[in-house]
């Protein structure tokens, strides 16, 4: 399967009020490859040089957009 080079960024924040644990608060943004578009069910995963971005399970998808149980992010694909 090929990859896809993307840019993601977190526009919208569900559940943590702007203070994720992890950091990844609204405008977080990853620049890697991705392997699969999202997909409802599963996680999504961003690869880059230094880890990546893994996010919690997807449960819709637009165009340009997909959420998860925890937030809403834009995907670019460059």
Same mark, same amino acid.
């Given at each position: 399967?090929?990859?896809?080079n993307?840019?993601?960024?977190k526009?919208?924040? $569900?559940?943590?009020?702007?203070n994720?644990?992890?950091?990844?608060?609204?405008?977080?943004?990853v620049?890697g490859?991705?392997?699969?578009?999202?997909e409802?069910g599963?996680?999504?995963?961003?690869?880059? $040089?230094?880890?990546?971005?893994? !996010?919690?399970q997807?449960?819709?998808?637009?165009?340009?957009?997909f !959420? !998860? $149980?925890n937030s809403?992010y834009k995907l670019?694909?460059?």
């Amino acid at each position: 399967m090929p990859e896809i080079n993307v840019r993601i960024t977190k526009i919208e924040d $569900l559940v943590f009020n702007g203070n994720h644990p992890n950091g990844i608060d609204v405008d977080f943004e990853v620049k890697g490859y991705i392997k699969s578009l999202p997909e409802v069910g599963r996680e999504m995963t961003c690869y880059t $040089l230094r880890g990546g971005l893994v !996010t919690t399970q997807v449960v819709a998808t637009t165009r340009d957009t997909f !959420t !998860t $149980l925890n937030s809403i992010y834009k995907l670019e694909i460059l």
